[in-house]
């Protein structure tokens, strides 16, 4: 539920309640959030503190210029992680270790990353530039990134020779350089030196997720300890707002002056943040980031892996979570089509416990959903075992970074030439992501033949109810969806051979 | 070789090194100004009030609950105009209108406390609107002969006499968008009233002069009143040489009248639906080849969607009309332009600034013909390169035609083209679902602003006693490098090491009456003027050095800070010790430098003259790959040679280069502004006016091998230290980016298909000429063998008479 306040009052009406917040640790000094209300993000917060690096470009996600560094849970050891600053409240930082542009460097004593950036021509206006370093810096302080010196054919040229994954970079837009002398940078990269005190930080868990409650221009900002809790909160006030990475709500509050009059931080609920592989089931944590799930699945999902480069950013990647993706509702959310062919249920739970629903069954209409107003979305679990052949279509006008027009999952399966399983999902086509069900039917029991796939083309044309819009017309989205199963079995052929 | 262009011994233009602020960008360090106002001390937030209409008479305005707001301070409307209500030179765009003219169009401004309250407040301005029919689209304002300004006509030759020799006649239609400058800094301004009621205005303005005009004619006051600083934009492209005015004016405004200090700034909403974009274009057009496949003649009437107001729109068409042919001789021209006025942004200055639009007509027209021809397009463009002084349609030689036909060499050499051609052919043979292909447009483009008179620039160079140079030019920074280049042009030019030099924040108090920069002339006339004021100066100081050297001064050398003569023993002096015996025999140390460019004339009303001061030129060849199944597409390689003169500053030539090229590789294929044709009540909104709708190139835009060459000996006569401009022309060569779309998506259907592509390029777009190339359906709006005459202009039609001729026809010029 989202709801737009009156905003009168604003600013010159607030009063500081609540407890005291945990300074953030802004570039090794302690920074009160005293004047940080619910709504302010933490990008107006820096910029207010003097701290000018980072940058506002577009206050949606959209161009990275707001990048900064905030030290995240690895294991038991922690990781830079570049986030966007337009979009998380200001509050949801106390206690944490929060790096900018100016933190990394001065013009005396540039850090590597910035030496790269100014050497090679990486900058020419330069305001893309602080978040551009802040991004980079995070790739560079990346644990597991290794030198290869001849990345793998088919990389497309997106892995530099130092490791260097350029993805890492594909939340942050350049209007001036063309992106060359970028990548170069990038690529240029050493190794952290052995006295990096960044890349020693890394050694150390995150400082713990503080219980904080704070009350300023009319709003409440509540990170509470546990699900119970959070589950009790939402039940208190039907218009509270549970935020997670806030790569959504970020943008409605920015946007739209989306306002509530309680803000619920899930992002590190303990309940909510994990990860197990069992027998029958893989069990995915609503508030686990995009990121983590990618770093902790290592593979282990193909479809998954194949979803995350293509959905959104580095940046956003390392905020958005699936419980969000589901949580909007939204159409066209790229994790729906994926679920959906994995066959997944969501785990809700509300004041009256538990409970699993397929999610096939979870979406009823446009931006609506079987979840009760007192529910929160703790998991997703994906049975085993997976189909063995599985696909990912986006179609959109940006390969990096862009929201669908269309959305197609595949996951199918194979006995003796006859197809014996199949899992369709679609997004972007009707009010709700949905299964392909009879493209499902007309495929499962048929030989996998390029006939049988033109005939489920012209079924799988038929689903849904595509309408036009300003990414693409209906025309078109029906056209990708006659075209989809044609190109994956194409694929399918391809792979067969080269197998 | 000219004094301007001749450069000493082991000069410091020419070295490759980092933009002068660099270490400042990545440290988070350099300010722009908005950063200003964390240092700025209560200041007030201005928020516009936008019309929800794109065409309505404002018939009531009711400010009481927006005063009543919290933290509200003021409502600034028409009232409050102690001058002239009206944001520019043509006197065609009120500040506060009570007319909106289009979705977007700011009524009045609420002053606050807060951004919050100021948002608040102009939530509670209540506005009546009366609404009134709106055209949307330039078919639209087409159809009701709704234009503006001139109608100017380029002619050439005989235009019948050349269709009728033709072994080939086309005639079609063509219609393409235009482009929203996306500079990730969006407009800002930051306004105080200094001492003794001296305004002072931080803008992020590519024209600090103009700026100042316009806030001292809103304000009713003197040039002499008014101060507007640049310190640097977070880009500009165009989009900030005449939309910051009206905003620095309301940002004033308001200081004077609260006695505050005012920031304004256009959030990326506010900026997307309230300023001005590059110009789409409309064309009617026919042209006819001869047997060797030679244009013979072009007639085409091209319509620059203006939108509200006439903005730059008249010299953006003029310069369109300059570019149609691109670099091919078409012996027999008639091109007529006009400018539609529709209910949008008042479109405006862009890099390019309506050359690409022109170019994009004739690459349009040579890419679509080309199969029909029977010929290869490499080869249809390559035979029709001009050849060297044959002229212009508007009778200026093409001096260094030969540069295009050496960079077309050079670029088929370095591109390995004959080689790759194969390999693409090849790999189409064995691919049915994804297709190749490799195209190579070339770019001549004009250097100087068409109005003669933009054509001057000054500088003032300051030394210090202690051997420290400052200077000051009237170029702005917005990341194309120009202050690095001053700098280099400033210490070539005395004789010191880069160190010793530093730029001061561009100031309308240090050098008046400055021309936009814009038209890629930043470099060329700021740089003429640093360097005369640098060489009056090293003039002085080497008679100084003479009399202690006793030598002529001539025989005196300065370098890398050392000072020595020809014929003496006598050890060099340090330029301070130089420096300070200046000083003491009371040798003025500081020069004001001023340059025009020679040799410009243009007649505007006849469209006829030599309106530039020499050509760039480039050659481009684009590979990219594309998918069948959905249209998407992936550029592979691009190698281009262009010729920048003799580099100033070489890291920064190739950055704008590269650049360039991606900008225009986004207009031409990604970027999409779509506008609310419905007649919902939303009409005439812009619908993609966010970064999530409006897609910029991103890295994956980037080619992935990206190859970019100076042309060799390419050193020019007529700009400083043999440079040339750099800042547009480099965007065009990114039409082969969309003829080799084209050429791919031909590859789907039969050998000699002509495929019609929209444009920009989305994947859909590509999609779509996939399937009609399979069809071989080439489109309806394209006749083969017979032409319809394109519209011709009335016999009234207005002439061009830019407002600076106007004046300067007044004062007897
Ligand atoms: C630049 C940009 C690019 C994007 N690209 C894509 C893309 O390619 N594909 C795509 O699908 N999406 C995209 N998004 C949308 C967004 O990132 C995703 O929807 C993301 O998954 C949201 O997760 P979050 O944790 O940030 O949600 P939040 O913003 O924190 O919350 C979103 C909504 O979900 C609710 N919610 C959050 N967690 C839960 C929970 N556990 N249980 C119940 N409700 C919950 C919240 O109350 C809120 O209403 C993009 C967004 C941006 C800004
Ligand atoms: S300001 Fe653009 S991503 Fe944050
Ligand atoms: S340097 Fe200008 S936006 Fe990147």
Redesign the pocket.
């Known amino acids: 539920m989202r709801n737009t306040i009156d905003e009168r009052g604003g600013d010159t009406a607030r009063q500081l309640e609540g407890g005291p917040r945990m300074p953030v640790n802004l570039n090794g000094v302690p920074a009160p959030l005293d004047d940080a209300d619910p709504h302010t993000n933490a990008l107006d917060w820096l910029r207010s503190r003097g701290l000018t690096g980072a940058k506002e470009g577009c206050a ?3 161009c990275g210029a707001c990048s900064v560094l905030v030290r995240r849970p690895s294991g038991n050891r922690s990781t830079w992680t570049a986030i966007n600053a337009c ?1 998380i409240p200001a509050l949801s930082l106390d206690g944490q270790d929060v790096v900018t542009s100016e933190g990394l460097g001065t013009p005396d004593d540039l850090h590597p990353v910035q030496q790269e950036m100014a050497v090679r021509g990486g900058s020419q206006c330069g305001y893309c530039t602080p978040g551009f370093v802040c991004s980079m810096a995070a790739e560079y302080y990346r644990e597991d990134r290794h030198a290869d010196p001849a990345p793998a054919a088919g990389d497309d040229g997106e892995h530099g020779p130092n490791g260097f994954d350029l993805h890492a970079l594909s939340g942050n837009l350049c209007r001036c350089t063309g992106y060359r002398p970028i990548r170069d940078a990038a690529y240029a990269l050493d190794s952290p030196a052995a006295d990096d005190e960044f890349a020693a930080r890394q050694a150390e868990p995150t400082p713990p997720a503080v219980a904080t409650r704070v009350t300023a221009a009319g709003a409440e900002f509540v990170r509470p300890q546990s699900l119970g809790e959070a589950v009790k909160l939402l039940g208190e006030t039907p218009d509270a ?11 409605s509050v920015n946007l739209m002056r989306a306002r509530a009059p309680r803000l619920i931080a ?1 992002d590190r609920l303990a309940e ?1 943040r994990g990860l197990t592989v069992g027998d029958q089931v893989v069990t995915i944590g ?2 686990l980031t995009l990121s983590e799930i990618e770093r902790g699945l290592d593979g282990r999902i193909p479809l998954l892996a194949k979803l995350f480069p293509q ?3 580095r940046l ?1 990647r390392n ?3 699936l ?3 589901l ?2 509702g ?1 159409p066209i ?3 729906p089509p994926v679920l959906l062919a994995l066959e997944a249920e969501v785990v809700l739970t509300g004041q009256n416990g538990e409970r699993a629903v397929p999610l096939a069954d979870y979406f009823t209409g446009y931006r609506q959903s079987v ?1 009760a107003a007192d529910e ?2 703790t998991a997703l679990r994906v049975p085993l075992p997976l189909a063995p052949h599985t696909a990912f279509h986006k179609i959109a006008k940006r390969r990096f ?1 862009d ?1 669908s027009s269309v959305a197609v999952a595949f996951a199918i399966d194979i006995e003796d030439g006859v197809v014996s399983r199949a899992a369709i999902g679609l997004g972007g086509v009707a009010a709700t992501p949905l299964r392909a069900r009879t493209t499902e039917a007309a495929l499962v029991g048929a030989p996998w033949t390029a006939e049988t796939v033109q005939t489920a083309a012209r079924t799988l044309a038929a689903e849904g109810t595509p309408m036009a819009d300003h990414r693409a017309s209906s025309d078109y989205r029906r056209a990708m969806l006659a075209t989809s199963l044609p190109k994956f079995f194409a694929q399918f052929e391809q792979e067969e051979t080269a197998r | 070789m000219s004094n301007l262009s001749q450069r000493p011994a082991n000069p410091v233009v020419g070295q490759a090194i980092p933009h002068e602020a660099a270490s400042l960008h990545v440290t988070g360090r350099a300010l722009y100004t908005d950063d200003l106002v964390q240092r700025t001390r209560d200041v007030l937030h201005a928020w516009p009030v936008q019309s929800p209409h794109a065409h309505a008479h404002v018939t009531g305005l009711r400010l009481d609950d927006a005063l009543a707001t919290p933290g509200v301070v003021r409502v600034l409307t028409a009232d409050d105009v102690p001058g002239v209500n009206d944001a520019g030179v043509k006197h065609d765009e009120p500040l506060f209108p009570t007319e909106a003219m289009y979705v977007g169009h700011a009524i009045c401004w609420v002053l606050a406390e807060t951004l919050e309250a100021a948002r608040a407040g102009a939530a509670a301005v209540e506005v009546d609107y009366a609404p009134l029919p709106a055209l949307v689209t330039v078919r639209e304002a087409i159809a009701a002969g709704s234009f503006q300004g001139a109608q100017p006509t380029l002619e050439r030759g005989d235009i019948e006499a050349g269709f009728d020799s033709a072994t080939m006649v086309f005639s079609g239609e063509f219609e393409f968008k235009g482009q929203e400058h996306f500079y990730l800094e969006t407009h800002c301004a930051l306004a105080l009233v200094d001492e003794n009621q001296q305004i002072f205005v931080q803008s992020s303005t590519q024209h600090p002069s103009e700026t100042q005009e316009i806030v001292a004619h809103v304000l009713g006051l003197a040039s002499h009143e008014v101060t507007v600083q640049c310190l640097r934009m977070g880009g500009g492209f165009g989009g900030k040489e005449m939309q910051p005015h009206g905003l620095a004016a309301i940002a004033a405004l308001g200081a004077t009248l609260t006695g505050r200090p005012v920031r304004l700034r256009l959030n990326r909403t506010l900026d997307m639906t309230m300023t001005g974009k590059r110009h789409g274009f409309h064309s009617d057009w026919r042209v006819a080849f001869d047997d060797d496949n030679r244009l013979v003649a072009l007639d085409t009437t091209i319509t620059a969607d203006g939108g509200w107001s006439l903005d730059l729109s008249e010299p953006v068409l003029a310069r369109a009309l300059c570019h149609i042919e691109n670099s091919y001789y078409i012996p027999n021209v008639r091109v007529n332009g006009r400018i539609a006025k529709s209910n949008k942004t008042s479109q405006t200055a862009f890099r390019g600034f309506g050359g690409p639009q022109g170019m994009a007509v004739i690459e349009d027209i040579l890419g679509r013909c080309a199969p029909l021809l029977g010929i290869d397009a490499a080869e249809l463009r390559h035979r029709n390169l001009y050849q060297k002084d044959q002229e212009t349609p508007y009778g200026q030689p093409v001096e260094q035609a030969d540069r295009l036909h050496r960079a077309w060499g050079q670029l088929t050499e370095s591109g390995d083209l004959e080689r790759r051609r194969a390999e693409i052919a090849e790999f189409n043979r064995t691919h049915s679902d994804r297709k190749r292909a490799l195209a190579i447009t070339p770019v001549k483009f004009g250097i100087s602003f068409n109005l003669t008179a933009f054509n001057q620039g000054g500088a003032l160079v300051l030394i210090y006693k202690d051997g420290s140079v400052l200077i000051n030019h009237g170029g702005t920074e917005m990341g194309q490098g120009l202050h690095t280049k001053m700098l280099q042009v400033a210490a070539t030019a005395l004789g010191v090491p880069l160190s010793t030099v530093r730029l001061a924040p561009t100031r309308t108090d240090k050098v008046p009456n400055t021309s936009a920069t814009a038209a890629s002339s930043g470099a060329d006339l700021n740089g003429g003027a640093v360097k005369n004021a640098c060489e009056q100066l090293r003039e002085r100081l080497a008679t100084v050095a003479s009399q202690h050297f006793g030598v002529h001064p001539s025989d005196v050398r300065i370098e890398a800070g050392r000072v020595s003569a020809i014929g003496s023993n006598a050890d060099p002096l340090a330029w301070t010790d130089l420096v300070q015996r200046a000083y003491f025999q009371r040798v003025q140390l500081s020069a004001a430098g001023y340059y025009r460019t020679e040799g410009l004339h243009w007649d505007s009303a006849a469209m006829r003259g030599c309106p530039f001061k020499y050509f760039a030129h480039g050659v481009a060849a684009t590979e990219v790959e594309v998918d069948g199944f959905t249209g998407a597409y992936r550029t592979r390689r691009v190698d281009i040679v262009h010729d920048v003169g003799d580099s100033l500053s070489p890291l920064v030539d190739i950055g704008q280069i590269e650049g360039g090229f991606v900008q225009g590789a986004g207009w031409l294929t990604l970027e999409e502004l779509v506008w609310d044709e419905s007649d919902r009540p939303t009409r005439g909104r812009l619908q993609t006016q966010a970064a ?1 709708t409006y897609k910029l190139p991103s890295f994956s835009e980037m080619p992935p091998d990206f190859r970019v060459a100076l042309l060799e000996q390419a050193e020019e006569e007529g700009a400083v230290y043999g440079s040339k401009a750099v800042g547009e022309p480099p965007l065009m060569l990114a039409f082969s980016v969309r003829e080799a779309l084209r050429q791919a998506a031909a590859e789907f259907g039969r050998p000699g298909t002509s495929v019609p592509l929209a444009m920009p390029a989305t994947p859909e777009a590509v999609f779509w000429a996939i399937e009609a190339a399979r069809t071989g359906a080439f489109g309806d709006d394209l006749l083969v063998g017979e032409t319809t005459l394109p519209p011709q202009p009335p016999a009234d039609a207005p002439h061009m008479h830019p407002e600076s001729e106007r004046l300067a026809a007044d004062a007897g010029v």
């Open positions: 949606e996600g959209e979009l707002q549970l935020v997670a990475g806030a790569t959504d709500w970020g943008v899930i909510l609503a508030a959905f959104a950013s956003i905020g958005a979570t419980g969000g993706n949580g909007t939204s959310g790229d994790s979840r929160i979305i970074d929201i | 999530s």
